[in-house]
């Protein structure tokens, strides 16, 4: 009995057959391999809500003529289907960088994965244990630092996924670096973040969407505000700074007694001794015009200043009497692409990385060329124009609309591809320029404010933060100045501080900050 | 304005949906049909997804169980999936589509039919939570 059926084919493609209905579903699709060029045994028929078995006549499935059925290839070989998906992307990557770190198939072996896992430490700041690890894992590092994407493909990988969702294993793997271990002895709270399977989970989740993770941010953030509000809260924030983010940062910075093949493996001295300027410039708005002097690549410990206190990042408006003093832990050092590392250490450790900055959150940061980005950051002009309000305020407008984010992606892009462009964008005049440019908008600020609203597709987030910046009492050019004007190295603390900060100190007091000048030493000198 | 619409009995509207699926209309990556021809109240269905693809579900083919109580279309069907799936809105244990997770099927509209719910479903799976989440091997099923 030879009917007319459909044929529909999940890229749209139709194809009309003639069957008999006593014939089988093999026979169907024997049929069907000429015209559809897929192989027989690729080939999955769907009629009715059904797969339909070879063995089994067409009829058996109720098949009537005129009646549709569905085509779809399938996998070929079924069973390693599922992890060469979810690694596709991510794998090709990592080739291209030409490491060894593109073995994560299927199966989750040991060998794979820790190849994974090395490239993944550099985020966790775990990594710092694995030994042996060839040089160009060096290299590797900091690309995976400096792309974003490229890191949320290698978390998941199911490999990297099995990892982290095996507790024991990143226990050995952190314990397995003498440093680490020793900060971790003796904070028993992080301690106890490492044995919560569920804490590492949600992080690595953050880091997977970067939804979450600006979500993961805003939280921290108010937290961190609250409890700045709170009498002692800073005070109580800049121990813990003491206690836990710089022995961490010291211990994941020395890697020198264990060895060249260590350091090479270590992504923090990597990132440190590298690029030091890089990795104060990414944090933007937390390092700002005050430089880090190079930090040597050897095994010194990390003598970089600590983050600028003045950060504008801060949602607190600066016309209220804590505001620029408080916020003295909140920066954290971050580089572009290793942003959510420190936010990673922050959510998890509650430490004060607040300062993960709206650079290591953008996705723009993979257009660039990487050696390009450095030079632009690292130059200092250019982290003046980072740290001024309006840029920080364009930057969280951005980052607070990801449809406008999309929007700017393509022309961004093009526009750095542009050598012309990218030549301004180095010319300390033309920075200097911008940045003239943005201590006038900041003027500007109330008018500003008004073509943002124009600008509809502008969030509301941005007028926010600029509530307090354009009150008519505060002196924003003192304010600047004062950001601007910190000291490149530790503060020597043997100068009397009334003498040491008088010039800032009478700035503060001319905008109306009397009775604070305890915490402004405090703050002053955390910096 | 629903009121003054004719509101299709039952059966009628069971009637369009099984000849929707037999003739295959929609954009192919769906299908579905009615279990048993004999049964006249047309309750229960078996649906298919096609995994869409650049997600993990891509290829594969996932086989999802309706049942249209008496007052379908009024109440939206109980829905399950029979392959193994690991996606937020689906119950671990039982396969089922939890309609508080799945708001098609807690905002059930009457005008809603089968189609839509393998389309959304098809569509939750590429949402961001879901596409990239390990998933279980093809062919395996839930158990009850």
């Known amino acids: 009995m030879g009917v007319t059926v459909h044929v529909k084919c999940s890229n749209g493609a139709k194809f009309t057959v003639d069957v008999d209905l006593n014939s089988t579903v093999k026979d169907l699709k024997t049929d069907l391999a000429g015209k559809s060029e897929i192989p027989v045994e690729q080939q999955r028929l769907i009629y009715k809500g059904r797969v339909l078995k070879d063995d089994n006549s067409l009829s058996s499935y109720g098949l009537e003529a005129e009646h549709t059925i569905h085509l779809v290839r399938g996998a070929a070989a079924t069973a390693a289907s599922a992890g060469a998906v979810g690694t596709g992307r991510g794998d090709a990557r990592l080739a291209g960088a030409a490491t060894p770190a593109s073995a994560p198939a299927g199966t989750p072996d040991l060998d794979g994965g820790l190849g994974g896992f090395g490239g993944l430490g550099g985020l966790g700041g775990f990594g710092a244990g694995l030994g042996g690890i060839p040089p160009d894992m060096h290299q590797m590092h900091q690309q995976i630092l400096q792309n974003p994407n490229l890191m949320r493909d290698m978390m998941n990988s199911p490999a990297v996924q099995s990892i982290m969702s095996n507790p024991d294993l990143m226990r050995n793997l952190i314990m397995s670096n003498p440093h680490l271990r020793e900060v971790l002895e003796r904070n028993p709270d992080l301690m106890h973040v490492l044995n919560d399977p569920g804490i590492l989970r949600q992080t690595m989740n953050a880091v997977r969407n970067p939804e979450l993770m600006r979500e993961m941010m805003r939280n921290t953030d108010r937290a961190m505000s609250n409890i700045e509000a709170h009498p002692e809260g800073f005070n109580m924030l800049r121990r813990m700074y003491e206690t836990v983010q710089e022995p961490l940062m010291n211990a994941t910075t020395r890697g020198g007694d264990a060895g060249a093949g260590d350091l090479a493996g270590n992504p923090f001295a990597a990132l440190f001794g590298g690029v030091p300027a890089a990795a104060q410039a990414g944090g933007g708005t937390t390092a700002g015009a005050t430089t880090a002097p190079a930090v040597p690549s050897g095994p010194a410990p990390n003598t970089a200043p600590l983050p600028n206190p003045w950060s504008p990042q801060q949602r607190t408006p600066a016309g209220t009497a804590s505001a620029g003093i408080t916020t003295a832990t909140a920066g954290g050092v971050t580089t572009p692409g290793s942003a959510t590392t420190t936010a990673t250490m922050t959510t998890t450790m509650g430490s004060a990385g607040v300062g993960a900055t709206p650079f290591g959150l953008l996705p723009e940061i993979g257009l660039m060329d990487p050696a390009t980005m450095l030079q632009m950051l690292q130059n200092p002009a250019m982290q003046q124009v980072l740290q001024s309000p309006a840029m920080n305020q364009m930057m969280q407008t951005l980052l607070s609309d990801p449809s406008l984010l999309g929007q700017l992606t393509p022309q961004m892009r093009t526009m750095l591809d542009n050598p012309r462009v990218r030549e301004m964008l180095q010319s300390p005049d033309f920075i200097q320029q911008m940045q003239r440019m943005f201590q006038m908008q900041s003027l500007w600020a109330p008018q500003l404010q008004a073509l943002q609203g124009l600008g509809g597709a502008m969030g509301t987030q941005g007028d926010s933060t600029t509530a307090g910046a354009p009150a008519p009492d505060i002196n924003l050019n003192a304010l600047l100045s004062i950001l601007g004007g910190q000291p490149g190295g530790a503060p020597a603390s043997n100068i009397p501080p009334e003498q040491q900060y008088a010039a800032q100190l009478s700035q503060l007091e001319d905008m109306g900050f009397y009775d604070s000048q305890d915490k402004a030493y405090k703050a002053l000198n955390a910096s | ?144």
């Open chain 2, 1 to 144: 304005m629903s009121n003054s619409a004719v509101v299709v009995p039952r059966n009628f509207r069971l009637l369009e949906e099984l000849e929707r699926g037999e003739k295959g209309f929609g954009d192919g990556n769906v299908s579905y049909g009615m279990d048993d021809g004999e049964d006249v109240f047309m309750r229960s269905w078996t649906g298919t997804v096609i995994g869409p693809s650049n997600t993990v579900h891509d290829g594969r083919i996932y086989t999802v169980k309706l049942y249209c109580d008496k007052d379908y279309p009024d109440k939206p069907p109980a829905v399950r999936f029979e392959s193994r799936i690991n996606m937020a809105c689906v119950n671990q244990e039982s396969g089922v589509v939890e309609p508080r997770s799945f708001p098609m099927l807690a905002n059930w509209r009457r005008d809603f039919t089968m189609e839509n719910i393998l389309t959304e479903l098809r569509r939750e799976m590429q949402t961001g939570q879901n596409r990239k989440l390990p998933q279980p091997p093809e062919g395996s099923t839930f158990t009850c």
